[in-house]
């Protein structure tokens, strides 16, 4: 579980970038691409390493009209594997 303070940002050398050939988004990082939909780009461009959890879920939820605690759980378990994968820090 994240941290609500935590500060997430991506990890050295990792950036998304928009797929101009394919549609969507890449998380591209050293020797890496993932695909990534709309709504985890969103979130990712959000973790700049100065908004807490806490602002990218009230970002996201006044920006999508969502339930804060669905965005909440759904964002977690997003930032959570790719700090697994070693593509976020906290």
Do not use: W
């Amino acid at each position: 579980m994240i941290a609500i303070d935590a500060k997430p940002k991506l990890a050295r050398g990792v950036r998304v970038q928009a797929d101009r050939v394919r549609g969507g988004f890449n998380l591209l990082a050293p020797e890496h691409v993932l695909r990534v939909n709309a709504s985890s780009a969103a979130i990712l461009n959000l973790c700049d390493g100065q908004r807490s959890f806490r602002d990218v879920i009230d970002h996201l939820a006044k920006e999508y009209e969502i339930d804060r605690s669905v965005i909440e759980r759904e964002t977690g378990a997003l930032i959570q594997d790719l700090v697994a994968r070693r593509l976020v820090e906290i």
